[in-house]
């Protein structure tokens, strides 16, 4: 277990929902770092796989770009990760992925109460059936909601997106 001061949550959820607010390319909006002996050694944001329309999940992103320094490391996200609702048919679910990276505590913000097919808290559950520390870190939350998930919970806006796809 990797454990933070309340001042360091802070700061790389912060810096979650900053990454999040200026590059992801769907809703919801996630940003997610990873973070190795008190510094940021990898980021991620919902965005696509390179050169396809197919989606990459900020968890996944980020846990890419840290590479093998992901093990043992905490992972912060501004959303519960993913469980059996994979980011698309190639990929896997977040909280395996993140289990499979060896990552050793999962900081997040938000659950996830606006995915289809998904009961908030089951990502907890999953990452915690893989041994892996979780903390949900509550304090931006209202920032988070507003500026990263404003469009889901208004149904007028959800209907819009759906009919898009
Ligand atoms: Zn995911």
Known sequence: MI??????????????AYIAMQNAQYWPKVGAVVVKKGS????????????????????RMAL??????????AL???????????QNQLLGSCC?????QGIDTVVFGMLDEHSHGFCPGEGIAKLQSHGIYV???AKLNTLMEEKLSKPLTDRTVVRKWVNRR
């Not at 454990?3 to 979650?16: A, L, Q, W």
């Not at 940021?40 to 900020?58: C, E, K, W």
């Not at 890419?64 to 490391?73: C, L, P, T, Y």
């Not at 395996?96 to 499979?100: K, L, M, V």
């Open 3 to 16: 454990t933070f001061t309340d001042e360091e949550m802070h700061y790389f959820m912060g810096e979650c």
């Open 135 to 137: 903390v949900q870190y």
């Open 76 to 86: 912060f996200t501004t959303l519960e990760p993913c469980t059996k609702i994979s």
């Open 64 to 73: 890419d770009d840290a590479g093998r320094q992901a093990k043992g490391a």
């Open 96 to 100: 395996d992925y993140i289990a499979e």
């Open 40 to 59: 940021v050694v990898g980021r991620g944001y919902s965005g696509h796989i390179d050169g396809t329309r197919l989606p990459l999940h900020a968890e």
